[in-house]
């Protein structure tokens, strides 16, 4: 029987009254946008960057990290993720914006640049809304992170200007900073993951498992969402005038996105039923195909054309339209679950 708490249940009312919030801001606040962009950590606005923050730590708390050796030995969990995430995801991303986008440069390449940065940090937040593994996606979110740092400038090169000159398309010459992206992945994943480490070896240490799990994560649980939550306000607050000034515009770089998420989770999500995941495996390998680190994607953006460029739009819009989907693909993944898994969790049992 799954049950979800109230907060969780009105999950989607309350996103839509943030991103409603937040737009009000932006729009019918004078001066917003300046004042919550003062003061910027990695290009990120402060108070996107402590609300990123206090999402992240209960999830990562929550983490059994001495489960983690036995995730790594999952070759199919691995392989999965590596094939979907790093092969299908850009590639799908640059033909969605090839196709949808062709006369709209500044667009296709915030597209592009955010179809290339797996999630590290929403994700988290989704898959454990649908009750997936929570050390398999801190598994695939360390290993995403460190595969940003590694290649995201490498794919950022080949995306926007090698196979664009293999087609025979327009290509852009771009310059990326392989220690801005570190940065970005150490504050942004790097910090909550210690935080959530050490909280639950001291925790375990000091008060015992029972306490530590029974009574202490289910009061800093409800504040992942409440950091959510800030997160929509701020990042729509930032951007509500120009969502707002040009509805055509946001939906024909929402229309790509949205067909993006819808696909990728489809195509994870069955790719790990049939090679016989269990439902919390399969969850956590579909969410992590779908999610994207829009934040990463908005800084580089911002770091090469600026604030207040198409090409970050876009990155804002992308959480406009990967917010509701994802929270709706939650809840499709717990009305599955008893569905396709019932089975198999009864052989297992």
């Known amino acids: 029987m799954i049950k979800l708490s109230w907060l969780d249940r009105l999950l989607p009312l309350w996103i839509l009254l943030a991103m409603a919030a937040g737009l009000a801001l932006g729009r019918l606040v004078p001066g917003i946008q300046g004042l919550l962009g003062a003061v910027q950590v990695d290009h990120t606005s402060l108070p996107i960057a402590l609300g990123l923050l206090l999402m992240m730590y209960p999830v990562l708390a929550k983490v059994r990290y001495g489960e983690l050796g036995q995730m790594a030995r999952d070759r199919r969990l691995l392989a999965l993720t590596l094939g979907l995430t790093w092969g299908l995801g850009p590639l799908l991303m640059f033909t969605l914006a090839w196709l949808f986008l062709p006369d709209q440069e500044a667009f296709r390449t915030g597209l592009i640049l ?4 797996p999630c590290i940090a929403m994700v988290l937040i989704w898959i454990d809304l649908a009750q997936g593994n929570r050390e398999a996606a801190a598994l695939l979110v360390a290993i995403n992170s460190i595969l940003q740092v590694l290649v995201y400038a490498l794919l950022g090169t080949f995306y926007l200007q090698i196979l664009p000159n293999w087609l025979g398309l327009d290509a852009q010459v771009l310059s990326f900073s392989f220690a801005e ?3 970005a992945v150490l504050i942004f994943l790097g910090l909550p993951l210690l935080a959530g480490f050490l909280t ?3 925790g375990v240490r000091l008060k015992g498992q029972r306490w530590y799990e029974q009574r202490f994560l289910p009061r800093i649980s409800p504040f992942a ?3 959510l939550l800030f997160t ?3 990042m729509f607050a930032l951007q509500g005038e120009a969502i707002s000034s040009d509805p055509a515009q946001v939906m024909r770089v929402a229309l790509p996105l949205l067909l993006y998420f819808l696909l ?3 195509v994870a999500f069955v790719a790990g039923k049939r090679s016989g995941l269990d439902y919390e495996r399969t969850t956590a390998l579909a969410f992590t195909a779908a999610g994207n680190n829009f934040e990463l994607a908005i ?3 911002i770091s090469i054309w600026g604030v207040t460029s198409q090409q970050a739009l876009a990155g804002v819009i992308g959480p406009l339209i990967e917010v509701p989907v994802l929270v709706s693909l939650v809840y499709l993944s717990l009305w599955l679950k008893p569905r396709l898994f019932a089975a198999r969790a009864a052989a297992a049992g």
């Open 264 to 266: 990728m989770w489809t």
């Open 181 to 183: 992206i570190a940065r």
């Open 200 to 202: 639950r070896v001291l």
């Open 225 to 227: 969402l409440y950091g």
């Open 232 to 234: 929509i306000v701020v």
């Open 299 to 301: 800084a580089v953006c």
């Open 114 to 117: 955010i179809g290339i940065a």
